[in-house]
């Protein structure tokens, strides 16, 4: 099936940290590179190019949902699928589909032969192209992290792209045609056949009604018979992003395919790319169609091999024909990347367990055809082109970042803290007051409240909002002393706050013991460079600012909502250097991060064109 559901409940995945191609890819490119790009999340600039990727996959996806014999060369866009609350499609429903109420065109204006149905094709992407280059632009646009203009992407290279794309279904139709429509040509000729998963083309996903364009089984196979019958799936234009990936059956791995053809009644899994092929990028194409080849045979029990892989390159409108793994190789696929997985996601992992170990730098041509020579000489060649180049170990690249510890502004001497520094989680002794509970949880987990005292020091002790401990001494009671580790803390209307999670462990302390409530720090300033903004209100959805700050020692997260928000925000780029002056430390998913509260400051101290470039 093209789509597999995850199960977490069942198999305890994580659905934000399972292994995707991409990270695979990645990995293999430089464990280090996946450890800024995955743990601290040190995201590239979003380039304009995106923006045509996305438009002409859509655009393309439009064409093919929609059929000659219910769709003239002119009509407005008349399909749209149903969707679920989360976004998804609702494939489950029979509710919503608009194919049943189309109403078939004059069989006169059906195309007749190949130039005829390639007209109409072109003519449809008329018709959406420039709904679909809007919406990526603003989606585009969306993103604070963009760097660029959308006027630097010319949309007649995506129009052009798109035809290539047309011409390359068209010839899977011809080859139809030509093959009499194969081995389920004549059940879907009397309505009987529909694949588990169909195309999207606005029908339920059960829906054996004999179709209008099916002639007598006498009748040689005409081209709109083709075109139906050779549609491959792919992803619904009108779902969210990343709701109709197919999961492992362990669930530790997602992809998503972007075409499968079936009607030869095998499998071949074709990826769009909108580019020309060159560059080092067109390697890790070919390794994810293997991992697409390898992921569709463990979710078809073993037994459904994939018969060929394809990246259709629509710049120069030619086909990349990937090797096909062995089943050696695909089982070989499957323990080294649960291996992988149990290595980088079932905890998290340190940067000394993602070592600087770039892979060569590949080079193709047009076509994503290896070079002559394929890989550069130099072995730092990858680190001289990397992104991060700038704070990575094992680049040659010197750039200076903060490292100040002190910092005099507003008539104050403000101390500065390296982000490598930043503690987000304590150890703190005292006795236990008003304590509700503990009551154990279904899961595991333990709900229990109180407070904390220390000498002339209170804290409010409770269950973080993500989920409480596991590791709780049985003999807590009211006047006991107790040690709590691995804690979050914070201050909330001037009381400080103990916050326990997954990490936190209670136990009985020892008489001698101490770990003064008193010392744990719960605010901070920091310097450092801004590597990428994440989040800026929209009003539409998002209210925060959220940004990643990097320093001479490290990273961190910085998130203001709502009218914390500070209104230097909106003049702040990509590279500038600014100082968080008393920020609230926190964590967020096993990162430290900083937030903006009540008496919190922004100063910009240097604009990104005052500084050397990341």
Not at 185 to 213: I, Q
Not at 241 to 264: A, I, K, M
Not at 330 to 358: A, F, Q, R, T, W
Request: proline letters at 8%.
């Amino acid at each position: 099936m093209p789509v597999r559901r995850a199960d977490p409940d069942s198999t305890g995945v994580d659905p934000y940290r399972r292994l995707s191609a991409s990270q695979v890819i990645t990995w293999n490119t430089c464990p280090r590179l996946w450890y800024y790009s995955y743990i601290p999340k040190l995201k590239s600039p979003l380039p304009p190019q995106i923006l045509r990727g996305n438009a002409v996959e859509e655009c393309i996806s439009r064409i093919l949902r929609e059929s000659p014999v219910y769709i003239s060369s002119s009509d407005i866009d008349k399909i749209a699928s149903p969707l679920n609350s989360d976004g998804s499609v609702a494939y489950d429903s029979d509710e919503g589909w608009v194919g049943p109420k189309l109403e078939v065109i004059p069989k006169e204006n059906w195309p007749l032969n190949r130039e005829q149905l390639f007209n109409w094709a072109v003519s449809r992407m008329e018709i959406h192209f420039d709904n679909c280059w809007n919406s990526a632009i603003i989606d585009w646009k969306s993103s604070p992290n963009r760097i660029g203009k959308s006027e630097d992407i010319d949309p007649d290279e995506g129009r052009q792209m798109i035809i290539a794309g047309i011409n390359l279904h068209l010839d899977q139709v011809e080859l139809c045609l030509g093959s009499d429509g194969g081995p389920n040509f004549e059940s879907w000729r009397r309505g009987e056949y529909r694949p588990e998963w169909p195309a999207p083309d606005g029908f339920p996903k059960k829906w054996n009604s004999l179709h209008p364009a099916a002639e007598n089984h006498l009748s040689p196979m005409t081209w709109v018979e083709a075109w139906e019958v050779s549609r491959p799936w792919f992803v619904d234009p009108d779902g969210s992003s990343f709701t109709e990936t197919t999961c492992h059956p362990n669930d530790w791995f997602q992809g998503e395919y972007d075409l499968v053809y079936r009607w030869t009644g095998k499998i071949r899994i074709v990826d769009l790319k909108a580019s020309v092929g060159k560059g080092d990028r067109s390697g890790g194409y070919i390794e994810q169609l293997r991992l697409y080849s390898w992921i569709w045979w463990e979710t078809h029990a073993r037994k459904d091999e994939v018969e060929g892989l394809e990246i259709w390159y629509l710049g120069p409108g030619t086909i990349k024909k990937v090797p096909m793994p062995s089943e050696l190789e695909m089982s070989k696929y499957n323990d080294e990347l649960e291996e992988l997985y149990l290595k980088i996601h079932s905890k998290v992992p340190d940067i000394s367990d993602c070592p600087p170990n770039p892979s060569p730098l590949r080079y193709f041509d047009v076509g994503g055809i290896p070079s002559d020579p394929p890989v550069d000489p130099n072995p730092k060649a990858r680190c001289e082109k990397c992104d991060l180049r700038g704070i990575c170990e094992n680049s040659d690249y010197e750039l200076v970042l903060p490292s100040e510890n002190r910092l005099e502004k507003f008539s104050h001497a403000w101390p500065i803290t390296s982000m490598d520094d930043i503690k987000t989680r304590h150890t703190v002794i005292g006795e236990v007051r008003e304590l509700d509970g503990p009551n154990l949880n279904p899961d595991g987990t333990v709900d229990l409240s109180f407070k904390l005292i220390d000498g002339y020091e209170r804290a409010k002790v409770k269950v973080h909002r993500f989920g409480g401990p596991k590791n709780v001494s049985r003999s807590i009671q009211n006047q006991s002393t107790i040690r709590i580790e691995n804690a979050l803390t914070s201050i909330w209307r001037s009381e400080l706050v103990i916050d326990l999670d997954s990490k936190s462990i209670i136990s009985i302390a020892d008489s001698e013991e101490r770990a003064p409530m008193i010392d744990i720090e719960t605010r901070v300033n920091v310097i450092g460079r801004i590597w990428s903004i994440n989040a800026f209100p929209n009003g539409k959805g998002v209210a925060r600012w959220s940004i990643t700050l990097v320093d001479s020692s490290g990273s961190v997260g910085i998130v203001a909502f709502k009218q914390f928000i500070p209104v230097i925000a909106a003049g702040l780029s990509r590279g500038d250097e600014i100082a968080i002056l008393n920020g609230e430390i926190g964590e967020f998913a096993g990162q430290k991060q900083v937030r903006l509260g009540p008496g919190a400051r922004v100063v910009l101290l240097k604009s990104s064109e005052d500084l050397d470039p990341f």
